[in-house]
């Protein structure tokens, strides 16, 4: 079982940024896929970005080259550094984390049903 509690939501103007921190109750680094997903009001959850055991990472195309996942296998605690923030950004976002088997190529990592376990979730809202 693996417990995982974000925190680092809050509200930004368009164009400013935010760190999310998702803190991992074990050791996750070692062969645990983590991921960031968001939902929107009346939308479907979606996936944001993801780093596997080995580093590698996977974003969705609407936050490439804007949003950065990573991870400080020390403190057991993900990361994601979102910049130059949009409106449509704005959402719940969660972590989530499962047991890798072996690296998933492509947009395949971001998808919500090979994940376990869930955060409880952390509120971005952008007003523009």
């Known amino acids: 079982q693996v417990q995982l509690v974000e925190s680092g939501g809050g509200s930004v103007q368009a164009g400013g940024s935010l760190r999310l921190s998702c803190t991992a109750s074990r050791d996750t680094y070692s062969n645990y896929c983590m991921g960031w997903f968001r939902q929107a009001p009346g939308k479907e959850r979606e996936g944001v970005a993801a780093i596997d055991f080995d580093g590698s990472t996977v974003y969705a195309d609407s936050v490439k080259g804007r949003f950065t996942i990573s991870k400080d296998n020390a403190k057991n605690t993900l990361y994601l550094q979102m910049n130059s923030l949009k409106a449509e950004d704005t959402a719940m976002y969660y972590c989530?984390?499962?047991?890798?088997?072996?690296?998933?190529?492509?947009?395949?990592?971001?998808?919500?049903?090979?994940?376990?376990?869930w955060g409880q979730g952390t509120q971005v809202t952008v007003s523009s």
């Open positions: 989530a984390a499962r047991v890798s088997y072996g690296v998933v190529a492509g947009p395949r990592r971001l998808d919500e049903w090979r994940y376990n376990y």
